[in-house]
């Protein structure tokens, strides 16, 4: 039996919207600096993507399709199988991270959302520095 996550709609559609947002951007991002959302360059973005080794980005593309269907359990599994892909790859962590979290894995979720701070350092949504910023 697959779980769902049971929280509020505004809950799931911020945990969505997270997801949509850093994905592309950590792919982008470097690790001297910090790179504005609104400033993400989607042709960088996209180069940066078709030079991902295409069984990685083929396990990050079935994991956020999980996802936005809501079967966390699938996009779980998606995501692990990026990290056996690429264990240094902040999206594959990131996937991790989010799946385990709608899935109440909090353990699980902490661990994934450190590596994905490790490999990206210089991501501010995976950083929050003001009181009351948090991924939670």
């Known amino acids: ?3 769902r996550f049971q929280g509020p709609p505004a809950g ?6 997270a997801l949509v947002i850093v994905s592309p951007w950590v792919l982008g991002c470097e ?11 989607p042709f960088r973005a996209q180069s940066i993507r078709s030079a991902m080794p295409v069984e990685l980005a083929a396990a990050l593309d079935s ?5 936005r269907a809501d079967d966390f359990e699938a996009a779980a599994e998606h995501y692990e199988r990026a990290v056996m892909f690429d ?5 594959a962590w990131f996937g991790v991270y ?19 701070r490790e490999l990206a350092p210089g991501a501010t949504i995976l950083h929050p520095t003001q009181a009351g910023d948090t991924l939670s």
């Open 87 to 91: 264990s240094a790859s902040a999206p």
């Open 63 to 67: 994991g956020s399709a999980a996802f």
């Open 98 to 116: 989010m799946a385990a979290r709608a899935l109440g894995r909090d353990a699980e979720a902490e661990e994934a959302l450190q590596m994905t």
């Open 12 to 17: 799931r559609l911020r945990v969505l919207l």
């Open 1 to 3: 039996m697959r779980h």
């Open 31 to 41: 690790s001297q600096g910090d790179q504005r959302t609104e400033t993400l360059d």
